[in-house]
């Protein structure tokens, strides 16, 4: 059983930069891939960024450049910096984690989810 709680959202302007957390419960966390999925209202869940057990990255068409995901196993960590944010990132961000040893894009491949933590950018 993983718990996972995401952290660093907030407001900023477009061309700003946010850096979120996603603390993971559990001594098993380096053993699990682990990704950022978000959501904007009336749309549906969107991946955007994982990274597996080894460290290896992968994103989404629409953050890639712009985003950065890395995870430190020593503090059961993962994080997500975004830099040259556009209002058409504003969405709910949420941290996934799952067993499967490859990141996968898809919401049905990861059995954790945190809660959630709001990104606003503004014009």
């Known amino acids: 059983q993983v718990q996972l709680v995401e952290s660093g959202g907030g407001l900023v302007q477009a061309g700003g930069s946010l850096r979120l957390s996603c603390a993971a419960s559990g001594r098993t966390f380096s053993s699990y891939s682990m990704a950022w999925f978000r959501q904007a209202p009336g749309k549906e869940r969107e991946f955007i960024a994982g990274i597996d057990w080894r460290g290896t990255t992968y994103y989404g068409d629409s953050v890639r450049g712009r985003f950065t995901v890395s995870r430190d196993n020593a503090k059961n960590t993962m994080y997500l910096q975004m830099n040259s944010l556009k209002p058409e990132d504003t969405a709910v961000y949420f941290c996934?984690?799952?067993?499967?040893?490859?990141?996968?894009?898809?919401?049905?491949?990861?059995?954790?989810w945190g809660q959630g933590t709001q990104v606003t950018v503004s014009s």
């Open positions: 996934a984690a799952s067993r499967v040893v490859a990141v996968r894009t898809t919401t049905r491949d990861y059995a954790y």
